[in-house]
């Protein structure tokens, strides 16, 4: 059974309000409640966390990250 191709923005777009977590190319990771996000994968979090090397490095209440710094973003299925 073959399924059609998923468009990624349109997976994320479907996302909005669930938890995620952004990986960026600079290997900082943040993790929270997506609360938007645009064409051009601008990413905007609530109750933000950001972790480094694995660990929690520091809490923010909301973080806008550019989406030219992602290097993937990784659904919370769980949420």
Not at 9 to 17: C, D, E, S
Not at 23 to 37: Q, V
Not at 61 to 67: A, E, L
């Amino acid at each position: 059974m073959s399924q059609s191709p998923k468009k990624p923005l349109a997976v994320l777009q479907k996302a909005v309000n669930k938890k995620v977590s952004v990986r960026l190319k600079s290997e900082y990771e943040y993790r929270g409640r997506m609360s938007n996000i645009d064409p051009y994968m601008n990413v905007l979090l609530l109750d933000a966390e950001e972790y480094l090397s694995g660990s929690l490095h520091s809490n923010f209440g909301k973080v806008v990250i550019r989406g030219n710094n992602v290097l993937y973003i990784k659904i919370d299925k769980d949420f």
